[in-house]
């Protein structure tokens, strides 16, 4: 018995050491890039990948091999490794709980023909550019041999990754700067909305069909039975579960046994999707999205989690993508130029189709680049997205490193750019003091 409490003090004294550095940088990064005008989230974003191999491992890699890749004695290899996956993936199933909560569907519901035509522009223009610059850089960039199955997911994950937008940042960034009730916000956060909830149909059609192995039949048969699911939590779950959880709400706050039903019903629509075959967190957002019309259980529950998830699993999420993210992989001029290929293609395909189709739906040009500029923002989608693209063993980690650093690039521009756009619209007299 002695024995093994030493052996568990082995593998937990490093996860702390772990967990302090990993916090304390994201809080302090982000408080800094707060101070600059940028969101929190995206310093948080930046100093999970300072801690990775691409800036720490490569000033002090002795230190950096102690602290996040150490030998542990009596441990297999990795073993550490898959303890911090393992809290960043119940993390991420946490995040996306929220996430799906926040979902506003009343968006959807008053989608109208100007916004509704910006969304599918920023859809559809990202997502062929994807396809097309898959054609040029398959071959330079795969890790995998050059067979139709392979260029498919390849092709068709770009897309989706490049027509991806950030809806909860966008929320917040919007509640932040206090525009959130001008037409130009609401166009935007609804198009944004559209924009989501396409993305993770999109990206549940491709991990079917990856997971599938490329068989027509066993994909439509996934894509039949993640409907199934989406219909059976909608018209089953969620009636039980309004009657069940908002017997627990008292005074305002969730009971303890209120939290543990929300969390194990959570998990088990997070086991529904694995089991699928597609990936546990789209559980996880479907769980949440159809609760969202809750709004006692939802401020109780936030009240409970958010904050939580946001200072600890959120930052462990941001490690995680930084340990994976190796600029040292983009070691050639091509690669670089592949990364600002991705990089340019996906900035001009969300500001040049979302701005002009508001453009031609009547609002002026300034508007129009108001709203492709807030568009172009992706950041902790994108890295969910991307983090799934590798899990998936679709993208190498080259391409892994360039769309990170186009869901970093892309979102902190947005404040900068907008603020030289705001002249004469309803944003200038909020955002030029």
């Known amino acids: ?80 490794h898959w303890v911090f996956v393992g809290i960043s993936q119940v993390g991420l199933i946490l995040l996306l709980f929220i996430v799906g909560m926040e979902f506003e569907f009343s968006h959807l519901l008053s989608l109208g023909g100007s916004t509704a035509l ?7 223009l990202p997502f062929g550019l994807g396809i097309g610059l898959s054609f040029l850089v398959f071959e330079l960039v795969s890790n995998k041999p050059d067979t139709p199955e392979n260029f498919w997911s390849f092709s068709l994950f770009l897309g989706t990754a490049m027509s991806i937008t950030a809806l909860p940042i966008l929320g917040r960034m919007m509640v932040e700067w206090k525009v959130s009730h001008t037409k130009l916000a609401v166009v935007t956060i609804t198009a944004a909305a559209f924009d989501d909830a396409a993305g993770w149909i999109l990206l549940a059609a491709v991990a079917a069909f990856v997971t599938s192995g490329f068989h027509i039949s066993s994909t439509l048969l996934m894509i039949f039975y993640t ?87 959120l930052p462990i999420f941001f490690a995680y993508t930084g340990l ?31 701005g002009l189709a508001a453009y031609f739906s009547g609002f002026s040009v300034r508007e ?26 679709i993208i190498s980690d080259s391409v892994f490193c360039m769309l990170v650093m186009m869901a970093l690039i892309t979102t902190f521009m947005t404040t900068p750019i907008l603020k030289t756009m705001v002249s004469g619209t309803e944003f200038e007299p909020i955002l030029k003091h």
Request: proline share 3%.
């Open 368 to 393: 129009a680049s108001c709203i492709g500029v807030l568009m172009n923002t992706r950041a902790l989608m994108e890295l969910i997205v991307i983090n799934l693209g590798k899990d998936f063993g």
């Open 227 to 313: 409907v199934m699911f989406g219909a059976f939590m909608i018209f089953a779950v969620r009636p039980i579960a309004i009657r069940l959880l908002n017997n627990f709400i008292v005074d305002g706050e969730i009971t303890v046994t209120g939290l543990a039903v929300t969390l194990s019903l959570l998990f088990l629509s997070a086991i529904g999707t694995n089991l699928i075959g597609i990936f546990g967190i789209f559980g996880a957002f479907v769980f949440g999205a159809v609760l969202c019309d809750q709004v006692a259980f939802r401020k109780a529950i936030q009240s409970k989690l958010k904050d939580f998830v946001t200072a600890f699993f």
């Open 324 to 354: 994976r993210t190796n600029i040292g992989t983009l070691d050639s001029l091509q690669l670089w130029l592949i990364a600002g290929g991705i990089i340019g293609a996906s900035i001009i395909g969300k500001i040049a189709g979302c």
């Open 118 to 124: 910006i969304s599918l522009a920023g859809i559809l």
């Open 1 to 80: 018995m002695i024995f093994a409490s030493m052996q568990v003090e082995k593998l937990l004294l490093p996860l702390l050491w772990q967990l302090v550095l990993i916090i304390l940088a994201a809080r302090i990064v982000g408080l800094l890039f707060r101070k600059i005008g940028q969101p929190e989230v995206v310093g948080e974003i930046t100093a999970g990948l300072l801690l990775g191999p691409s800036l720490f491992g490569w000033l002090a890699p002795d230190t950096f091999q102690m602290i996040f890749r150490p030998t542990l004695e009596g441990f297999p290899d990795g073993t550490l």
